[in-house]
């Protein structure tokens, strides 16, 4: 149970096919920063993407 000044944001986010690993945890770590420079009473952030979760039960998390 969240407090009133605690936030769970959920996003479901599509990235380009191009990007590799390390890519994508780049552009995730600078998501979840803006976000928190932003919006102080975010406190829990959950990122799903279909490219992610769909190369994830290929056997794979990440494609390169």
Not at 48 to 54: F, G, H, N
Request: aromatic share 6%; hydrophobic share 40%.
């Amino acid at each position: 149970q969240n407090g009133p000044h605690e936030v769970l944001l959920m996003m479901d986010l599509r990235f380009r096919d191009d990007l590799t690993a390390g890519d994508l945890v780049a552009v995730i770590d600078d998501v979840e920063q803006a976000v928190r420079d932003r919006f102080h009473d975010v406190t829990s952030i959950f990122i799903e993407s279909d490219r992610l979760v769909a190369k994830e039960r290929g056997g794979t998390r990440y494609a390169h």
